[in-house]
């Protein structure tokens, strides 16, 4: 009766149609994997003077089953290799090679150095760790003076001479010391403050700091580089205004607006109209200036009553918030990735 299993089991696979992969793994879990090794069980079953005849029949009809599968198995083999081209459309565009983009941080500050390089200013670094003379003493903060208050500093605990610098015109104080006049140059770069961090404050982020020294540079020079610079990076017929504002490192000493469209026939390119950044006044704020004060000369080595000069210092993410209307700072330093890559491409 076992033999008769046997027989019906060898007609089965040799009826069994093998056309694909699919059909090919099919048979091998049918037969190789399950029907086979059930007769093979059964030897326990069949009386001992069978047993050696049942076992050569079960071997054989395993013989049968694996032959068929490896020649199936080869023609598959055999047909993907030939037939890979069978089916290819050679008219199809390529895939399209997925690229990153480039963080808005760093687009911003390129532009920003593309625009200064292209009017004479090269571009210097200096310490994240500083000590107080660079930060602070150099730049016309006397000791105890609360204009330090104004800004909220990590000073290393064992040593408060030493600090993380809380703007980069301490790059300012070093290239005075390390330079002689004329000296044009722009100095991007970290800063850190010791605030919480929210949607308008970071205790890390970044500044682009200019410099020119020489004979007779003057507040005009200072409204027409700056005038230069916004229409560079906020578009023609952006406008400049300057407040009159206190630094101590700058005598006299301004912010500076730029106009942000609200007055301007066409919609305003920063807000589209909803006024949301310039909270209605048409101005907004991108960054403090004014003329090197003569006692900083004097404490970087420079003859003040040869040499004048400007100063300006401004928020790199704030540039940025304004250009791609970024409502808040935490964005820039998530690095989710649906944020980043809408700047894909832009330039
Ligand atoms: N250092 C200032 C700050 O972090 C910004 C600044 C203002 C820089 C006026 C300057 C300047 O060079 O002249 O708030």
Request: glycine share 6%.
């Amino acid at each position: 009766m076992n033999f008769e299993k046997i027989e019906a089991l060898n007609q089965e696979i040799d009826l069994f149609p093998i056309e694909n992969k699919a059909d090919t793994e099919n048979f091998r879990i049918k037969f190789l994997k399950y029907e086979i090794k059930a007769l093979m069980e059964e030897i326990k079953n069949i009386p001992a003077e069978q047993r050696k005849e049942y076992g050569i029949a079960v071997n054989a009809t395993k013989n049968k089953a694996e032959t068929k599968w490896k020649e199936a198995q080869e023609k598959l083999e055999q047909n993907e290799d030939s037939n890979i081209f069978d089916n290819f459309d050679f008219t199809l565009p390529i895939a399209a090679h997925a690229s990153g983009a480039i963080h808005p941080l760093h687009l911003v500050k390129q532009k920003v150095i593309e625009i200064f390089e292209r009017i004479g200013f090269s571009v210097a670094d200096g310490p994240e760790i500083e000590d107080d003379f660079h930060n602070f003493t150099a730049l016309n903060f006397p000791p105890d003076h609360p204009a330090r208050e104004m800004q909220d500093t990590f000073f290393l605990e064992k040593n408060p001479d030493i600090l993380l610098r809380t703007h980069t015109s301490s790059v300012q104080v070093r290239m005075m010391q390390s330079q002689k006049p004329p000296i044009r140059m722009i100095m991007p770069g970290r800063v850190f403050r010791n605030e919480a961090i929210t949607a308008r404050a970071n205790c890390i982020f970044h500044q682009v700091e200019g410099l020119y020294i020489g004979e007779n540079v003057s507040l005009v020079d200072l409204k027409q580089t700056l005038y230069h610079f916004a229409k560079e990076m906020f578009g023609e017929g952006t406008k400049i205004r300057f407040r009159s504002s206190y630094f101590p490192f700058t005598e006299i000493s301004a912010e500076v607006d730029i106009s942000c469209g609200k007055f301007s026939e066409t919609t305003c390119k920063i807000c589209g109209g909803s006024e949301s950044v310039c909270k209605g006044s048409g101005w907004i704020e991108i960054l403090g200036c004014g003329m090197v004060d003569p006692n900083v000369l004097e404490a970087c080595g420079i003859d003040s009553e040869k040499y004048t000069g400007f100063a300006f210092g401004m928020g790199i993410e704030r540039i940025a918030m304004i250009k791609y209307q970024i409502k808040d700072l935490r964005l820039f330093t998530e690095n989710d990735v649906r944020f980043l890559r809408q700047f894909a491409g832009v330039l």
